[in-house]
């Protein structure tokens, strides 16, 4: 410190003691601190007042099972992804959800994929088919003549490339497991709508389990009045997540700003237009499940991060989940199911 500063200092500590001495300063100061402390004060209280409904623990285990080197990276029509099915609807029994596939949780389909590479020499097949399923419960509603929820994640991911597992913790272990997580809470305590769980296949090979689901008749179309879609739902170091959707359904946009004042994660709108009209952003409406049930004339929210240096990587893995900001996305997405419980006819 030189010298000036050191006189500068001086002067400075002598006219506070000044100013705390007299009686008139004393009480502004005094002012001054309740201030601060009631803000304090308020600023816990509004952190207190964020929902909680998610068992932390629980889902962090969740999608590290999902992500575990076991499952091979999930890849559709892989042992990893039998695997990973099998243990979904191992959950789903447990929850316990109801099964609505003749009695079963799996609904099979037959994924179909083609290959332009075919036309080059090597003797390629053009079109390859391999079976592939989606896991689907339900949760009956208190109100019988009310509109179905319909609440879909990917569990398929890359697999193994090269000799290398790509396990996709983000995506989209972690919307299984915040789909689990929501279909736990729901199922302790029971929605006025019905609500319809489906873990899809083959999303990454062009939404294929959405477009099997669609078929099946399991999505009535009149009677179902939204699509919640979780895809990478656990990782954003600016404790951002977007809510893709209200674009197309302005009526979301008033709910989910009501539920933004009990989340702790900030919710961003966008993604869910032409570039041009969406300050540049990315367009989202088909770059997941939900596309399927847009073009079908089904609203839908789309919860999810932009895309990180780990997406579609190897390192891709649940050690590298934040889990206070995954454990607010999972009960901000149980909050905004509940408000679209308690608004929806």
């Known amino acids: 410190m030189n010298a000036a500063r050191s006189a500068r200092a001086l002067f400075l500590s002598a006219s506070l003691l000044v100013v705390i001495g007299h009686p008139e300063w004393r009480g502004v100061l005094t002012a001054i601190g309740a201030q601060t402390r009631n803000g ?65 949780f799996v609904q099979s389909f037959t994924l179909t994929t083609r290959d332009v590479r075919a036309l080059l020499p090597g003797g390629r097949p053009y079109r390859t088919d391999f079976p592939a399923a989606n896991v689907v419960g339900r949760i009956a509603g208190r109100d019988p003549g009310a509109s179905t929820i319909l609440i879909t994640a990917h569990y398929d991911h890359l697999g193994v490339q090269d000799g290398v597992v790509y396990p996709g913790a983000d995506d989209n272990a972690s919307g299984v497991a915040a789909l689990l997580a929501a279909a736990r809470h729901f199922a302790t305590s029971r929605p006025r709508h019905s609500m319809l769980f489906a873990a899809l296949d083959g999303e990454e090979l062009g939404h294929h389990g959405a477009r099997a689901l669609l078929g099946s008749g399991l999505v009535p179309r009149a009677s179902t009045a939204l699509n919640v879609n979780l895809d990478m739902v656990s990782r954003n170091a600016a404790n951002e997540i977007y809510a893709a959707g209200p674009y197309y359904s302005p009526w979301q946009t008033p709910i989910l700003q ?75 997405v149980i909050e905004a199911m509940l408000a679209f419980d308690a608004h929806l006819k």
């Open 40 to 104: 304090e004060a308020s600023r816990l209280a509004d952190a207190s007042a964020a929902a909680r409904h998610v068992d932390r623990a629980q889902l962090m285990r969740d999608v590290a099972t999902l992500a575990s080197s076991s499952f091979e990276g999930r890849g559709a029509g892989t042992a990893g992804g039998a695997k990973a099915r099998a243990w979904i609807a191992q959950q789903f029994a447990s929850i316990p959800l109801v099964p609505v596939v003749g009695g079963e």
């Open 258 to 332: 009501d539920v933004q004042t009990r989340a702790s994660v900030k919710i961003l709108f966008g993604h869910d237009r032409p570039p041009r009209l969406g300050g540049g952003l990315e367009d989202w409406t088909h770059s997941s499940d939900h596309g399927v049930f847009h073009d079908a004339g089904v609203p839908f929210v789309y919860f999810g991060v932009e895309d990180h240096p780990d997406y579609h990587q190897p390192t891709d893995t649940a050690d590298r989940i934040d889990p206070r900001f995954f454990g607010d996305t999972a009960d901000m």
